[in-house]
């Protein structure tokens, strides 16, 4: 129970099997990491970044956490995005969320569900936001999978709404926000036809001035 001999094995395994495939991986990947993408995706054990796009470590910066939220309030996620954009200089942040997503449901049950429910009234806002457009789809099933969306819109929208990405704008950062969803049921990205690349792109309100 204090080791777990079964996953150490399987770390042996493919460390040998990255070496085979190219013996000096692991010496350069010490010595730098120079990505070009940040991840901003759910907890969801199901979604593993770097594995439904194909790429190898060191390629992905990755930030996860329930239902792939932005709030304004969250240091945890705003400290990872301001590193992978000021430090890392990214060139795009993806926020991936995937339909049949747990925190969606559990934002539209309206159950008790502990500390998680005050995570989960981000989420109730853009239900609320988007309410009559959700409940007009026909099955639950679809107005789980819509809601799970227009969350992700929401969030590349809350992503541009920050001074980091705002500055990096100003600076003449190339940096551009993208929307995607994943579907557990076939292993394929959907774009959602979101990319924000400037601060024209968002509401004035949230423009900062230059």
Not at 5 to 11: G, I, T
Not at 83 to 112: Q, T
Not at 152 to 180: D, M, R, Y
Request: proline share 2%.
């Amino acid at each position: 129970m204090r080791v777990l001999k079964k996953l150490f094995d399987s770390n042996k395994q493919w460390a040998e099997q990255i070496k085979r495939a190219d013996p000096e991986f692991f010496a350069k990947l010490s010595k730098q990491q120079n990505p070009e993408y940040l991840w901003i995706g759910c907890s969801d054990s199901r979604v593993p970044a770097t594995e439904i796009v194909g790429m190898m470590p060191g390629e992905i910066f990755v930030h996860r956490n329930i239902a792939n939220v932005v709030v304004h309030t969250d240091l945890n996620c705003l400290s990872v995005i301001q590193y992978a954009v000021d430090e890392l200089k990214i060139k795009h942040i993806i926020v991936c969320g995937h339909y049949d997503c747990g925190g969606v449901k559990a934002a539209m049950d309206n159950r008790e569900h502990g500390l998680i429910d005050n995570w989960l009234r981000n989420i109730k806002d853009v239900y609320r936001i988007h309410q009559e457009e959700i409940e007009a789809a026909a099955t639950r099933e679809e107005q789980i999978n819509r809601l799970c969306e227009l969350n992700v819109v929401e969030q590349v929208f809350n992503i541009c709404h920050t001074t980091i990405v705002q500055n990096a704008w100003k600076s003449g950062q190339p940096l551009a926000v993208h929307g995607w969803i994943y579907s557990i049921e076939d292993g394929i990205l959907k774009d959602l036809n979101v990319c924000i690349a400037n601060r024209d792109e968002i509401s004035r309100i949230h423009r900062m001035k230059w």
